[in-house]
């Protein structure tokens, strides 16, 4: 962890390399009113199969007060063939707090078709909902892999920015569409000031490409 007046940086470090399947993780982070509050991971999660076809499920809670400010970047989540993994976050805001929350799934390792990963976000500002959504990749889910969804892309993201001085007035912002390399669409939430950044990509480093010139559209540069 890493300290300076108001800031703090922690970094999560995982006792074990995975989530497997009939695991129960949870997560429970706060930045109080006015505080500065940085979280990352050491290493990729890897969703690994378990002993049982249970899913193992994987709880983030961020909370941020009054005048906070949240960060939460982990490394990548890994499904593995076989994997069997349901995750959540549950974000609630006080109406002047700011969040940067980036969530990057990798579907299956090289050569590797996917596990099952269902996951969801549900953020809510000053106890408004402000965004619920409900992601499902592998089997048995219908369709993942078609066109209309990932397009035989492996790798999928999303970048949620929510920062009360930010200027939302904007169309949604599309990014390399009709490219093999992916591309992101950038659009304003309902109930913010907020962004929602998607992005869907052929391999990590260009997913994380494609969330860095969302968020510096997001922010204006």
Do not use: K
């Not at 970094?11 to 695991?23: C, E, V």
């Not at 509050?37 to 969703?47: D, K, R, W, Y």
């Not at 992916?182 to 939430?189: E, I, N, R």
């Amino acid at each position: 962890m890493r300290t300076g007046g108001r800031g703090a940086t922690v970094g999560i470090i995982g006792a074990m390399s995975a989530p497997l399947g009939g695991d129960r993780y949870a997560l429970d982070i706060t930045a109080e009113d006015r505080a500065e509050l940085e979280v990352t991971t050491a290493a990729a999660t890897l969703a690994l199969r378990g002993p049982t076809t249970g899913p193992a499920t994987y709880d983030v809670r961020l909370t941020a007060g009054e005048g906070s400010s949240l960060r939460w970047l982990p490394r990548p989540l890994i499904s593995a063939a076989g994997s069997n993994l349901h995750q959540t976050y549950t974000v609630n805001l006080a109406a002047g707090a700011r969040l940067l929350l980036r969530e990057e799934q990798l579907l299956g390792r090289a050569n590797e078709q996917p596990g099952h990963l269902i996951s969801r976000i549900r953020a809510h500002r000053a106890g408004r909902t402000l965004l619920d959504q409900h992601t499902a990749y592998g089997e048995p889910e219908p369709g993942w892999d078609g066109p209309a969804v990932l397009n035989a892309h492996r790798a999928v993201g999303q970048l949620l920015v929510v920062d009360p001085e930010m200027d939302v007035r904007r169309d949604p912002v599309t990014l390399h569409e009709g490219t093999s390399d992916g591309c992101a669409v950038l659009a304003p939430l309902v109930g913010g000031p907020a962004l929602l950044a998607t992005a869907v990509a052929p391999t990590s480093s260009t997913l994380r490409e494609l969330l860095d010139e969302a968020l510096a559209h997001a922010l204006g540069a």
